[in-house]
């Protein structure tokens, strides 16, 4: 048994938040003062586009295996780096990352379509992001609390049974429950997502 400090889950939670925020605040700036918040009408979530991809033929097969390294990869690097002491680093690089990435994604959508932007960016989110939310949220948990547990005793209180090669294998199998959860993701994302964004874009 071993007594490990981590700091209070909503307290971090918070935190991880305001990153999060700061990423998409900030991507809403790049893509407004940036330059490119005037982009061309045939370019990302412009009407041309939409009117492209109601008419193209989705094979779900190969979007999956072309999902399957751009979802998993981020998982994979989470858990290794979980085991080292940057951990941390990491967990905020993600989250400013997708949090900037959002702000990009929404700012686009409503250059080209308005309030219909951010209906059709939370249908791209339908019904796989269900899958993917949880599987990164908790996995950002978990390599948060092992890199604590290996390299940062000094955050809070919890108190750790086992050995520590014991932890670490836990740590794996549990990577390997959300890998599976994203998998099941991207199979959403693949077979079922295009045929909704097809209904969808018939309204714009």
């Known amino acids: 048994m071993k007594v490990i400090p981590f700091g209070k889950e909503t307290s971090l939670s918070r935190r991880w938040l305001l990153i999060f925020l700061a990423g998409f605040c900030l991507g ?10 005037s982009v061309s009408k045939v370019g990302f979530m412009s009407r041309y586009m ?20 751009k979802r998993c990869l981020p998982l994979f690097y989470l858990g ?3 085991l080292t002491m940057f951990g941390f680093f990491v967990i905020g690089g993600f989250l400013l990352w997708y949090g900037f990435s959002l702000g990009c994604l929404l700012t686009m959508a409503v250059i080209h379509l308005g309030i219909g932007g951010i ?8 019904p796989h992001f269900l899958f993917y939310f949880p599987a990164f949220f908790w996995g950002c948990k978990w390599s948060h609390k092992m890199c604590a ?14 050995k520590k090669s ?24 693949a077979y079922i997502n295009p045929l909704l964004l097809k209904q969808v874009i018939k309204i714009f």
């Open 80 to 82: 290794v780096f979980g």
């Open 50 to 69: 939409l009117e492209q991809f109601r008419y193209t033929t989705i094979d779900p097969e190969k979007l999956f295996f072309y999902c399957l390294p």
């Open 166 to 189: 014991q932890q670490i294998l836990r740590y794996i199998l549990v990577f390997l429950v959300y890998v599976f959860l994203v998998i099941a993701g991207i199979f959403l994302e």
């Open 119 to 126: 209906i059709l960016c939370v249908v791209s989110m339908i």
């Open 28 to 37: 809403i700036f790049f893509m407004n003062f940036a330059g490119l918040g």
């Open 149 to 162: 547990y290996l390299y940062y005793p000094h955050l809070g209180t919890e108190i750790i049974y086992g």
